[in-house]
């Protein structure tokens, strides 16, 4: 059992209250799962030259500073970094591929959360009152955004297993399910060279979907295929640079509710992460039916 959350706001001028609607959301699915929590978030783009890349030490005591100076000795160009912790944001307008084969050979121990001109990632162990404390979730601001607490069942409980999952770009999954058939379609992208960071069920359906992306689908065309070959019950939760979507398996056991108004569209595991929104009593109120499109454009 896990919980979902996801917001998007309609005017421009509510993006700066986007972390601080969010963060009750999230608290509230604190009994569908504690033992880690997370969320991605999508701001303003950067330009075409340069990307974001959010990165995640076990080490609270990880010298940032010392990444930068060996960064910006090796890579030509702008850079700039972000971080608190053991959570940092780097934007550079270097390769993308050089900049990940570089973290890989010199921080084989840094995890690469995420990727892309808009998105940033934040997933830890912890309550979710915790690791929203321990980012300032209350503070960021942003279009849209997806957030997750877990509860682990098939994998284990550590910052790599914790959802939002990504692959390639401006791209993340939360889940709230399981899948039966995660193996099998390991074993289909695999031989394409798509490896994989985890054992856990989600990262295989997020790989599967950005996979079918990179071969040319949209995001409503890859869900479609999803249904074909994603097999077990799930309630999907996705973000890209200017959309938000969610699908439910064909039985729909797993729960969600949307709420829509002139402002936002919220999108919870239960109503209680909901009831705190501005003018929720007049909102529209509806449950997802299974196996149907919901997709949402900034």
Same mark, same amino acid.
């Given at each position: 059992?896990?919980?979902?959350?996801?917001?998007?706001?309609?005017?421009?001028?509510?993006?700066?209250?986007?972390?601080?609607?969010?963060?009750?959301?999230?608290?509230?699915?604190?009994?569908?799962?504690?033992?880690?929590?997370?969320?991605?978030?999508?701001?303003?783009?950067?330009?075409?030259? !340069?990307?974001?890349?959010?990165?995640?030490?076990?080490?609270?005591?990880?010298?940032?500073?010392?990444?930068?100076?060996?960064?910006?000795?090796?890579?030509?160009?702008?850079?700039?970094?972000?971080?608190?912790?053991? !959570?940092?944001?780097?934007?550079?307008?270097?390769?993308?591929?050089?900049?990940?084969?570089?973290?890989?050979?010199?921080?084989?121990?840094?995890?690469?959360?995420?990727?892309?001109?808009?998105?940033?990632?934040?997933?830890?162990?912890?309550?979710?009152?915790?690791?929203?404390?321990?980012?300032?979730?209350?503070?960021?601001?942003?279009?849209?955004?997806?957030? !997750?607490?877990?509860?682990?069942?098939?994998?284990?409980?550590?910052?790599?297993?914790?959802?939002?999952?990504?692959?390639?770009?401006?791209?993340?999954?939360?889940?709230?399910?399981?899948?039966?058939?995660?193996?099998?379609?390991?074993?289909?992208?695999?031989?394409?060279?798509?490896?994989?960071?985890?054992?856990?069920?989600?990262?295989?359906?997020?790989?599967?979907?950005?996979?079918?992306?990179?071969?040319?689908?949209?995001?409503?065309?890859?869900?479609?295929?999803?249904?074909?070959?994603?097999?077990?019950?799930?309630?999907?939760?996705?973000?890209?640079?200017?959309?938000?979507?969610?699908?439910?398996?064909?039985?729909?056991?797993?729960?969600?509710?949307?709420?829509?108004?002139?402002?936002?569209?919220?999108?919870?595991?239960?109503?209680?992460?909901?009831?705190?929104?501005?003018?929720?009593?007049?909102?529209?109120?509806?449950?997802?039916?299974?196996?149907?499109?919901?997709?949402?454009?900034?």
């Amino acid at each position: 059992m896990c919980g979902i959350v996801g917001l998007l706001v309609k005017k421009p001028e509510l993006r700066k209250s986007l972390g601080e609607l969010m963060v009750p959301m999230l608290i509230g699915m604190s009994d569908r799962g504690s033992d880690s929590a997370g969320l991605a978030i999508f701001t303003g783009l950067l330009d075409e030259s !340069h990307r974001k890349y959010s990165l995640y030490s076990g080490d609270k005591e990880f010298n940032w500073s010392e990444l930068l100076y060996e960064f910006q000795s090796h890579f030509e160009g702008d850079t700039e970094i972000d971080s608190q912790g053991n !959570h940092a944001i780097v934007i550079s307008n270097a390769d993308p591929n050089s900049v990940k084969q570089w973290l890989k050979h010199h921080y084989p121990h840094l995890y690469l959360l995420s990727t892309g001109r808009a998105i940033d990632l934040y997933k830890d162990t912890g309550t979710p009152q915790q690791v929203s404390d321990r980012y300032h979730f209350k503070s960021l601001k942003g279009s849209h955004l997806v957030g !997750h607490t877990r509860m682990a069942t098939e994998s284990a409980v550590t910052a790599a297993h914790a959802h939002p999952f990504t692959a390639g770009e401006d791209f993340c999954l939360v889940h709230n399910g399981s899948l039966s058939n995660p193996h099998e379609i390991r074993r289909k992208l695999e031989p394409r060279g798509i490896q994989f960071e985890t054992d856990n069920d989600t990262e295989a359906a997020c790989r599967f979907l950005e996979w079918r992306m990179r071969e040319g689908d949209d995001l409503e065309n890859a869900l479609q295929r999803g249904f074909e070959e994603l097999d077990g019950f799930y309630t999907f939760l996705m973000g890209t640079v200017d959309k938000l979507a969610l699908v439910r398996d064909s039985f729909a056991c797993k729960p969600a509710i949307v709420a829509e108004t002139d402002d936002y569209v919220a999108i919870a595991s239960e109503f209680r992460s909901l009831a705190h929104l501005p003018d929720i009593n007049h909102a529209q109120l509806y449950e997802p039916a299974p196996e149907e499109l919901y997709v949402w454009t900034v």
